[in-house]
């Protein structure tokens, strides 16, 4: 004899489970595109201030002085790129230090409950109690 209000309970759950999941999953997403942007970011100036520091040890300036940028503001850009770096840098590393892994976690939990949900659900539909 099928039971309707179990295959509503089922589906009402892997709804609402899947709106869970995909919140949680796009917290998670968010927090390590920023962690990962913050460390990109600095890794970034930091290559970028180490070539500008480089080229004002070497007298290299001919290129930046194509640009208008004579060796005091060269020497300026490195050190002003070098701090933003380390600063980005330590943030991105805070940022990993202090990821929430009981959200990953709650999330791998989330999943397998979801996968038994559907399983239940498939197991109902074979054995005729849900149409």
């Not at 295959?7 to 999953?25: A, N, P, T």
């Not at 796009?26 to 390590?32: C, E």
């Not at 004002?56 to 001919?62: E, K, V």
């Not at 239940?120 to 149409?131: D, N, R, S, V």
Request: glycine fraction near 8%; proline fraction near 1%.
């Amino acid at each position: 004899m099928p039971d309707s209000d179990n295959c509503e309970s089922v589906d009402d759950q892997l709804r609402d489970l899947r709106s869970s999941i995909s919140d949680l999953g796009y917290q998670i997403d968010s927090f390590k595109a920023k962690t990962a942007a913050a460390l990109g970011l600095g890794v970034f100036l930091l290559l970028l201030s180490t070539l500008a520091a480089y080229d004002s040890f070497n007298g290299r300036q001919a290129i930046w002085q194509t640009v208008g940028i004579g060796r005091e503001a060269l020497w300026w850009i490195s050190v002003v790129g070098s701090c933003a770096a380390l600063g980005l840098l330590v943030y991105g590393l805070f940022r990993v230090k202090r990821s929430d892994t009981n959200a990953s976690a709650r999330l791998e939990q989330m999943e397998q409950r979801y996968a038994e949900l559907i399983e239940q659900k498939t197991h109902l539909q074979k054995t005729g109690e849900i149409g």
